[in-house]
Nanobody, 127 residues
Framework: QVQLVESGGGLVQAGGSLRLSCAASGRTISNYAMGWFRQAPGKEREFVTAINYSGGRTVYADSVKDRFTISRDNAKNTVYLQMNSLKPEDTAVYYC????????????????????WGQGTQVTVSS
């Protein structure tokens, strides 16, 4: 399995921006789709966005579409999440995850399709 470490979380006012990073080690992630999920207190972990192994296809949850952008740099073995126009309801712990299968044709959007997870980074948006 790959080891994933998220960074970049913090406290921001509504309307602000944050950029999360997910650094991978242990193996290359260039053959794997990567995703971001989030979990707010008392709620289940939910899908935010994912990018396929080549970076040519992305999928977003409706709640973050047009505000968040996922990208990847396979040379750096790193995935990013640019979050703009943040809202208080975006407050959660954000997790990076690696697909369980390489070269998957469908960009994975469910927790069960990922088998490697980071420890999470807290994002708090104040109103």
């Amino acid at each position: 399995q790959v080891q994933l470490v998220e960074s970049g979380g913090g406290l921001v006012q509504a309307g602000g921006s944050l950029r999360l990073s997910c650094a991978a080690s242990g193996r290359t992630i260039s053959n794997y789709a990567m995703g971001w999920f989030r979990q707010a207190p008392g709620k289940e972990r939910e899908f935010v966005t994912a990018i396929n192994y080549s970076g040519g296809r992305t999928v977003y949850a409706d709640s973050v579409k047009d505000r968040f952008t996922i990208s990847r740099d396979n040379a750096k073995n790193t995935v990013y999440l640019q979050m703009n126009s943040l809202k208080p309801e975006d407050t959660a712990v954000y997790y990076c995850a690696a697909d369980a299968q390489p070269w998957r044709r469908v960009t994975p959007t469910t927790v069960q399709m990922y088998d490697s997870w980071g420890q999470g980074t807290q994002v708090t948006v104040s109103s």
